[in-house]
Every structure is written in structure tokens, then in C-alpha cells.
């Protein structure tokens, strides 16, 4: 049984909230592809009736909407925080470096949904915008960082936050949430592996 399938321990109809149905609907747009599936799938893998989704949104759309939304959101909510507004760019830029990775492992069905959106729809195309001002602001960070001479200037700025982000992104390919106790690798060690490697090669020696 796939993880888009419904179990035993599945919410029941009259327990369905609009986080629980998220969820499941996650789940099968990575499983299946945002574009291969239908709501049918949805009702099957939710084990409620397609009236039963639409009580909660528009159509399948609107969930896209909402997963995108919370991935961008956890990211944005970054950029406020005090780590990344105060002191020398170099110092913001490994915090939302070390932020990202953390908010990629805590939402990570739904930033891996984020990563595939192919831009098929206009809430795709939306997600990507955002995505693209997000990466456009650490971009800036390091720039700034560059130009106040805590980071090597010889790796073009933009070119430098693609590798970053790539090396970020990646671990939505072999990352497990499992219990804690049984992860392969422990989230904080992740993390401080990500800053390590990222500005070990980045900060002028």
C-alpha cells in the first residue's frame, strides 16, 4: 500500500479537517504528478466521496494552492526573522542557510512538492515566481556578503546561491522523517553538515 492509499489509521469522514485532507492530497500529487491526478484519486486515497473534498476546497487547485503556500510561507518567514535582518550579511546569509535546511526537513512533503512544479498552471507559475524573489533575495545576501569581504568573490553571486540551494534541495531525495531514533542521519547534524560544507568553501580564508 502506497502512502497516498488510505489505512486503518486514517482520519474517518466526519474527522477530515482541512490540514488532514492537505495532506493526503500531498502526497498523491508527488506519488502521481500534480497533473496525473484526478480527484477521483483524491476521494480514494482520502476515502471520502468527492463531494465530501469539495466541502473543504474548489477542486484540486486550491490544494496545490495551499501546499505551494505553506512551503513559500515557511521560507519567506525566514527572511523576517531577527538572524536574517540584523548584523553582517555573512552572518544572515548561514542563518537562512541553516533556517532553509531546517524548514525543508520540517515541511518537507510539501517544499518537495514546491521543487516539482513544472509552471503547467497559473498556481504553478505563481509558486515559481515567488520561489524565483526567494532565491533572488539570498542572491542579494551573498552579494552584500561578497562586497563587505567575508566570502570569496571569484564564484559570480547567483551562480554561487544555485549551488547552494541545489545542495539544499537535494536532501529532499534521501531525507526520511522517520522516529526519532531511527533516522539515518540526525536533523541538527544534516543541518550543521549543510552551513559546514557551504561556507567552508565560500568564506575567504
Known amino acids: 500500500m502506497t502512502m497516498a492509499q488510505r ?20 502526497a498523491v500529487f508527488i506519488e502521481r504528478g500534480y497533473d496525473g491526478t484526478s480527484m477521483e484519486h ?40 531577527p538572524g536574517a535582518s540584523g548584523g553582517r550579511a555573512v552572518e544572515r546569509l548561514e542563518y537562512v542557510t541553516r533556517r532553509t535546511t531546517e ?59 544555485r549551488l547552494l540551494f541545489g545542495m539544499i534541495n537535494s536532501i529532499v531525495e534521501w531525507y526520511q522523517p522517520h522516529a526519532a531514533g531511527t533516522r539515518e542521519h540526525d536533523d541538527a547534524a544534516v543541518v550543521d553538515a549543510v552551513v559546514r560544507l557551504a561556507f567552508d568553501g565560500l568564506r575567504v580564508s
Open 103 to 161: 524548514v525543508l526537513m520540517a515541511e518537507l512533503p510539501y517544499v518537495t512538492l514546491l521543487l516539482r512544479v513544472r509552471g503547467n498552471t497559473t498556481t504553478e507559475r505563481a509558486a515559481m515566481e515567488r520561489r524565483r524573489e526567494f532565491d533572488h533575495r539570498v542572491a542579494d545576501l551573498l552579494k552584500s556578503a561578497v562586497a563587505e569581504g567575508d566570502l570569496r568573490g571569484d564564484v559570480e553571486p547567483r551562480l554561487a546561491t
Open 7 to 26: 489505512d486503518s489509521s486514517a482520519p474517518k469522514r466526519d474527522t477530515y479537517t482541512p490540514d488532514s485532507l492537505l495532506a493526503v492530497a500531498v
Open 42 to 81: 483524491l476521494s480514494r486515497a482520502a476515502g471520502i466521496s468527492k463531494s465530501s473534498i469539495y466541502h473543504h476546497v474548489r477542486g484540486k487547485e486550491e490544494l496545490l494552492e495551499r501546499a505551494v503556500g505553506r512551503a513559500l510561507d515557511g521560507l519567506f518567514g525566514i527572511l523576517v526573522e
